[in-house]
T-cell receptor, first 114, second 118 residues
């Protein structure tokens, strides 16, 4: 079985300051991990994914995430927040050797303060 | 590529009516997924298809829900009869290959259908 825990339901940061969205996962096998973003009234867009290659993964719009197996974490970061980053962010886990299902976290709403 | 296309984008109906949601996956994708998103339950996988064949429908809430994929470029999700608790955003996603194995592929999501059952 696999699961994802997003530790914060809501994060607020000022424009230009760093962003940290936390995610812990549980997986019986080697996981693939993803971060998706959902802007208001829009579908989900892939930000980045980890699939057993480099542990530091770079995504779109300046986001990156680091896979830490010892901590079972996959936190999402960005050095400097932009107003357009305001959205809902989902951490997602997939079992690479299991079935095709994705397991979604409950989401973190990121608010950017001008 | 146009991406995953869903229609309608918004649907308002009355309790007891039949609702049909439509999805066109990205051309060449082998997998198609239907999700439901609500405030209370977040994102839930309802059913997914591989090469037009339903693989896992364990997420379908009850017999009022049914899904079909008559060909590689079209799928429907039907609710009959609809109830107010079915109000949600329904997403369709497609993927070009199996997620299992060494190489992983991403699911590409459509814009969703916002359903309101009165």
């Amino acid at each position: 079985a696999q699961s994802v825990t997003q530790l914060d339901s809501h994060v607020s940061v000022s424009e230009g300051t760093p962003v940290l969205l936390r995610c812990n996962y549980s997986s019986s096998y080697s996981p693939s991990l993803f971060w998706y973003v959902q802007h208001p009234n829009k579908g989900l867009q892939l930000l980045l994914k980890y699939t057993s290659a480099a542990t530091l993964v770079k995504g779109i719009n300046g986001f990156e995430a680091e896979f830490k197996k010892s901590e079972t974490s996959f936190h999402l970061t960005k050095p400097s927040a932009h107003m357009s980053d305001a959205a809902e962010y989902f951490c997602v886990v997939s079992d690479r050797f299991g079935n095709e299902k994705l397991t979604f976290g409950t989401g973190t709403r990121l608010t950017i303060i001008p | 590529d146009a991406g995953v296309i869903q229609s309608p984008r918004h649907e308002v109906t009355e309790m007891g009516q039949e609702v049909t949601l439509r999805c066109k996956p990205i051309s060449g994708h082998d997998y198609l997924f239907w999700y439901r998103q609500t405030m209370m339950r977040g994102l839930e996988l309802l059913i997914y298809f591989n090469n037009n064949v339903p693989i896992d429908d364990s997420g379908m809430p009850e017999d009022r829900f049914s899904a079909k994929m008559p060909n590689a470029s079209f799928s429907t999700l039907k609710i009959q009869p609809s109830e107010p608790r079915d109000s949600a955003v329904y997403f369709c996603a497609s993927s070009p290959r199996a997620l299992t194995g060494v190489r992983q592929e991403t699911q590409y999501f459509g814009p969703g259908t916002r359903l309101l059952v009165l």
